[in-house]
């Protein structure tokens, strides 16, 4: 009994927090595009990077039971994708408040998160197996349509990470139209169908 309390105490927490991960990168989105505010984008993204944690943990303790090891997997890549996101944001953020004096090296890649390698390529890859984990009918009350989405969420970031990597060109519409639509409507709508389904909890008893 005491479990199932703490269980369903964290499913709220991921909710909530799931919630405040698809807002948030609407945030990025805007600060980052329309703004092109650094300041802004760099916190937010480590913001996002550090909640989106807690709906990574709460996703896999429901997809373990379709496949502990692919799911265990998901959410190691998922973490770590994460935590180099918030690492990316913190380095830009930190850049913002105290500018470089020399704009030698600015345009090399982030030495933690080239490219996006973590941000975008590895969280591409976690949310493909996550995907196709709830697709296959895994996890506890998951629907099909989420599995959908985190395949589509993961396609767009894998081609935004691939984009960065070859292209040269931000403008380039094989970075623009990606970037646009995970930022501004995949993404945010995948964490906020998640943090509604997390904040619901489970109708069935938790182990």
């Known amino acids: 009994m005491h479990t199932t309390t703490h269980s369903a105490a964290f499913e709220r927490f991921a909710g909530v927090c799931a919630l405040l991960v698809g807002i948030i990168g609407l945030l990025y989105g805007i600060a ?33 039971e379709a496949d502990a090891a692919f799911a265990l997997l998901a959410l190691l890549l998922g973490i770590t994708g994460a935590v180099g996101s918030a690492i990316h944001g913190g380095y830009d953020l930190a850049n913002a408040i105290h500018p470089l004096s020399s704009a030698a090296g600015a345009d ?87 943090g509604v389904i997390f904040l619901r909890g489970r109708r069935a008893s938790f182990d």
């Open 108 to 194: 090399l890649p982030n030495p933690v998160d080239p490219r996006g390698l973590l941000t975008f390529g590895l969280a591409g890859v976690a949310l493909l197996i996550g995907g196709w984990l709830i697709v296959k009918g895994g996890g506890v009350q998951l629907p099909k349509g989420l599995g959908y989405l985190a395949f589509l969420a993961a396609v767009l970031l894998v081609v935004l990470y691939v984009g960065r990597l070859v292209i040269f060109d931000p403008t380039s519409p094989l970075i623009v139209v990606p970037a646009l639509l995970s930022g501004f409507l995949v993404n945010p709508i995948l964490y906020l169908w998640l």
């Open 32 to 64: 980052f595009v329309i703004l092109q505010n650094i300041l802004l984008s760099g916190l937010f993204l480590m913001l996002g990077g550090l909640l989106s944690t807690v709906a990574l943990l709460a996703l896999y303790y429901r997809l373990r």
